[in-house]
């Protein structure tokens, strides 16, 4: 048996305060009930409610799911990042996961006044999870000075156990966001490829969305139903291109204007129709649950699924993840 190692849902955008609450808990609630060990939550100007406050309400609701919580530098100090990972670990008794991200889009950053480049944010990325390593796993006060961050003698008051400490993971697939990686010792996640496995770099963690059936035909029909061509949709997607300058963004968008260079199974409709972030995998359960063991077969043990926050959708993407892990 060759369970997955670690499984992640993704919380769904949505485009209102009552939809958004509402909806996080009951894709936490599939997500617990279906076997995964967490739930990717956003930030970002654009979302719309506070990761923190959702990651304690996903907290309060279930017993076991792990948040996997998006922490970008530009909103929060370090210190101010720990005392909340400390506080809900106190709280709750449960392990917590960080998703490090460095990415909003240029206007957001002019607005807050942001002027790091690309590279630049990925070396603030790095102090401030060292920060947070340090106050998190030390009794003692901390002394660091970087480029972006300084502190003197910081405590944490009172820290985790080690048993509690969180496995930071870091979305970024430039040669700065794989630095990062190395020299803080984080989870490094890519999107899926276009070419499936063959395109895996040196990372454990993999992001794309799934639609399954039984058979081929079934998932496509289910697919293109869930997911119909927006010509408007695109027009944006075009239009926020300009106002990005996300790495893994623009190879999807080059990716999607050239699909016949992808692979079976392999579909950017969702994101060119600006309905997710990430590419889709679509196909039987025998066909994706196959993909799935090829991908950790290469190393991947960390997998963060998008799935449509249906119901049926879970239940179709539980019965592969149970063939897989009977192969």
């Excluded at 909340?84 to 957001?108: D, E, P």
């Excluded at 490094?188 to 395109?199: K, S, V």
Aim: net charge negative.
């Amino acid at each position: 048996m060759k369970a997955l190692p670690l499984a992640f849902s993704v919380s769904p955008r949505v485009a209102t305060t009552d939809d958004g609450w509402g909806a996080a808990f009951d894709v936490a609630e599939l997500s617990e009930r279906f076997g995964f060990n967490g739930m990717l939550i956003f930030t970002g100007n654009d979302v719309i409610l506070d990761p923190w406050l959702v990651a304690q309400g996903v907290l309060e609701r279930t017993q076991s799911l792990s948040p996997l919580i998006a922490v970008n530098p530009v909103y929060m100090h370090p210190f101010t990042a720990a005392k909340m990972i400390s506080s809900l670990v106190r709280l709750y008794g449960r392990k917590l996961h960080i998703n490090m991200v460095t990415g909003t889009a240029l206007n957001y950053q002019h607005a807050l006044g942001d002027q790091c480049s690309h590279d630049d944010r990925y070396t603030r990325l790095g102090e401030y999870i060292a920060i947070m390593k340090s106050l998190l796993s030390n009794q003692k006060p901390i002394t660091q000075k970087g480029k972006y961050y300084s502190v003197d003698q910081l405590q944490l008051f009172p820290g985790i156990e080690s048993r509690f400490q969180p496995e930071f993971m870091l979305s970024g697939q430039s040669d700065a966001a794989r630095q990062v990686c190395r020299g803080t010792g984080s989870v490094g996640t890519q999107m899926l490829p276009a070419d499936l496995e063959q395109g895996i770099v040196d990372v454990p963690g993999i992001h794309f969305g799934i639609i399954t059936r039984p058979t081929e035909e079934e998932a496509w029909r289910v697919a293109k139903a869930l997911f119909p061509t927006n010509e408007e949709d695109q027009a944006v997607l075009d239009y926020s291109m300009l106002n990005t300058d996300s790495t893994w963004k623009i190879s999807l968008k080059r990716q999607a204007d050239t699909p016949t260079s992808t692979a079976k199974g392999y579909w950017l409709e969702p994101f060119a129709n600006m309905k997710a972030d990430c590419p889709y995998l679509v196909g039987s359960y025998d066909f994706v649950s196959d993909r799935v063991d090829k991908l950790m077969q290469r190393g991947i043990s960390h997998f963060i699924f998008d799935i449509p926050p249906i119901e049926e959708e879970f239940f179709h993407v539980s019965a592969m993840m149970r063939i897989q892990s009977s192969k």
